[in-house]
Every structure is written in C-alpha cells, then in structure tokens.
C-alpha cells in the first residue's frame, strides 16, 4: 500500500506552490516583500512594547 501524498505547501505570501530554491516562497519576488514587510516592521513579535526611555541601562 502507498499512503497518500503530503498535500503541496503553498508560498505563505501568494500562496501559489513552492518552488524548492526559493523556499518557503514560491518566487524572488515574494522572498523580497516578506524581506521588505520585516524591515519596516509590518510584521511583529508579541510581547510589551519596550520604552528606551524608561530602562535604566538604556537598551543594553
């Protein structure tokens, strides 16, 4: 018996099929506007939010 192939993950901004030397996305294009969403901080971590004038070593 043969068991039932995995079904295809899809690119998680698009969401067209993967194509290996792009994974997880499914083209440059779509690495580049996850890359471009992180670096202006479209995307977020939970957690509080942290004031740089309220700790007392300044960040570090």
Known sequence: ???PAAPAR??????????AEYAPFCSPRCR???LVNW??????LPGPVHD???DPEGGL
């Open 32 to 34: 580049d506007r996850d």
């Open 52 to 54: 740089p004038e309220a």
């Open 10 to 19: 899809k690119c998680p901004i698009c969401r067209k099929p993967r194509v």
């Open 1 to 3: 018996m043969t068991t």
């Open 39 to 44: 670096l202006e901080e479209g995307y977020t």
